[in-house]
């Protein structure tokens, strides 16, 4: 009599719990039913429509400014310094005199090589009038013009060694800093002072040999440098006669004016050369990419239903060229036209729903500033 109450009650509650854990399967299997019904909420992204475009037909290089004349100029003789008619960073012109040595013993040896010269020109002049009359005999002629020819290249000898005893600025340009001070003696050789010309300045690059074909002298070239906000014009000026055959590039010279001075030899510049016509592509952001291994793809966003504010998108695999500002080239896998997704791709899943939002769109340009964007 006393275990009947409490089957009764051990059978109530296994009933109970039955119809909970039945009433909670219906309610766990309708949320997955529905959550596979609802997917994720759709990203909100920016598009950019595929275009045809004109580029510019350039390729681009690092390139080093070098001085059109540059000269490390050096005292040619030997001798103490008597004067310095120049002072560091100067401009000079061509012919201006730079530096000078005592020359007081060159100029006293001048001196008697100068009268000596004038005795054996008299001499000379006597001897030629004696054979005239055929008073002397052919061996004091001889003799007498061997001396006046020893006697001029003395003195010319000596005229040279004072020139050499000066530095002139064989150009017009900027010197550098002195290397030497007054009252220092200095051998041949020894270097005084830098001269360099800034205007025109060459550019100097290579580039591979494959563009050798599209390259001629006076092609146009955009030099931009460091710390300057526009870039400076120049020409291609010269084309090497040969290939590397290390490197397989050819080397080439631009020249640019620097009227003001602005640009110095030395400095590293990036170089943009035109090769030709400008090329016909079709160009998107370069944001719209994503890059992987296997290939690069783009998101495609398909047309919308109509009344309906998501739009579903497709992978598209596609072949990528080069790049120009914010845009790239598409080789193959898209046409002109077709709508790309252009931010956010890394968030995004094949055939997924997003929400096109123009309004927040960075844009994309040819031309960005700054350059690296």
């Given at each position: 009599?006393?275990?009947?109450?409490?089957?009764?009650?051990?059978?109530?509650?296994?009933?109970?719990?039955?119809?909970?854990?039945?009433?909670?399967?219906?309610?766990?299997?309708?949320?997955?039913?529905?959550?596979?019904?609802?997917?994720?909420p759709p990203?909100?992204?920016?598009?950019?429509?595929?275009?045809?475009?004109?580029?510019?037909?350039?390729?681009?290089?690092?390139?080093?400014?070098?001085?059109?004349?540059?000269?490390?100029?050096?005292?040619?003789?030997?001798?103490?310094?008597?004067?310095?008619?120049?002072?560091?960073?100067?401009?000079?012109?061509?012919?201006?005199?730079?530096?000078?040595?005592?020359?007081?013993?060159?100029?006293?040896?001048?001196?008697?090589?100068?009268?000596?010269?004038?005795?054996?020109?008299?001499?000379?002049?006597?001897?030629?009038?004696l054979?005239?009359?055929?008073?002397?005999?052919?061996?004091?002629?001889?003799d007498?013009?061997?001396?006046?020819?020893?006697?001029?290249?003395?003195?010319?000898?000596?005229?040279?060694?004072?020139?050499?005893?000066?530095?002139?600025a064989?150009?017009?340009?900027?010197?550098?800093?002195?290397?030497?001070?007054?009252?220092?003696?200095?051998?041949?050789?020894?270097?005084?002072?830098?001269?360099?010309?800034?205007?025109?300045?060459?550019?100097?690059?290579?580039?591979?040999?494959?563009?050798?074909?599209?390259?001629?002298?006076?092609?146009?070239?955009?030099?931009?440098?460091?710390?300057?906000?526009?870039?400076?014009?120049?020409?291609?000026?010269?084309?090497?006669?040969?290939?590397?055959?290390k490197?397989?590039?050819?080397?080439?010279?631009?020249?640019?004016?620097?009227?003001?001075?602005?640009?110095?030899?030395?400095?590293?510049?990036?170089?943009?050369?035109?090769?030709?016509?400008?090329?016909?592509?079709?160009?998107?952001?370069?944001?719209s990419?994503?890059?992987?291994?296997?290939?690069?793809?783009?998101?495609?966003?398909?047309?919308?239903?109509?009344?309906?504010?998501?739009?579903?998108?497709?992978?598209?695999?596609?072949?990528?060229?080069?790049?120009?500002?914010?845009?790239?080239?598409?080789q193959?896998?898209?046409?002109?036209?077709?709508?790309?997704?252009?931010?956010?791709?890394?968030?995004l899943?094949?055939?997924?729903?997003?929400?096109?939002?123009?309004?927040?769109?960075?844009?994309?340009?040819?031309?960005?500033?700054?350059?690296?964007?």
């Amino acid at each position: 009599m006393q275990k009947k109450p409490l089957v009764i009650s051990l059978g109530v509650t296994i009933g109970v719990i039955v119809i909970l854990g039945f009433i909670k399967y219906q309610q766990i299997s309708a949320a997955i039913a529905q959550s596979r019904t609802m997917g994720p909420p759709p990203t909100t992204v920016t598009s950019f429509v595929a275009e045809a475009q004109s580029w510019p037909n350039t390729i681009s290089a690092s390139a080093s400014l070098a001085a059109s004349q540059g000269a490390m100029l050096s005292a040619e003789e030997m001798g103490r310094i008597s004067n310095i008619a120049f002072t560091s960073g100067q401009l000079v012109e061509k012919g201006d005199v730079l530096l000078e040595m005592d020359t007081s013993v060159e100029a006293a040896q001048l001196k008697g090589a100068k009268a000596a010269l004038s005795l054996a020109s008299i001499n000379a002049k006597r001897q030629r009038a004696l054979r005239a009359k055929n008073a002397n005999a052919p061996g004091d002629l001889d003799d007498a013009e061997a001396t006046l020819r020893e006697s001029e290249a003395e003195v010319a000898r000596l005229s040279a060694v004072l020139d050499r005893k000066r530095v002139i600025a064989p150009f017009s340009g900027r010197l550098g800093i002195r290397l030497a001070n007054v009252g220092e003696t200095v051998q041949a050789g020894t270097n005084i002072v830098s001269l360099n010309s800034f205007d025109p300045l060459f550019v100097n690059f290579s580039l591979p040999q494959q563009v050798l074909p599209s390259l001629e002298t006076k092609a146009s070239v955009s030099v931009n440098v460091g710390g300057f906000d526009t870039p400076f014009e120049g020409t291609l000026t010269a084309i090497e006669s040969e290939v590397d055959q290390k490197t397989r590039t050819i080397a080439l010279q631009a020249t640019v004016l620097n009227p003001k001075g602005e640009l110095r030899p030395g400095m590293f510049a990036e170089v943009d050369v035109s090769l030709g016509k400008p090329i016909d592509v079709i160009a998107i952001p370069a944001s719209s990419v994503s890059y992987a291994p296997y290939g690069d793809r783009v998101y495609v966003v398909e047309p919308g239903a109509e009344g309906k504010e998501t739009r579903a998108i497709r992978a598209q695999t596609v072949v990528t060229g080069e790049r120009f500002g914010d845009m790239i080239a598409i080789q193959s896998g898209l046409k002109a036209g077709e709508e790309v997704v252009s931010s956010a791709t890394f968030m995004l899943r094949p055939n997924a729903e997003v929400l096109v939002n123009s309004e927040i769109d960075p844009g994309a340009n040819l031309t960005p500033n700054p350059e690296d964007t």
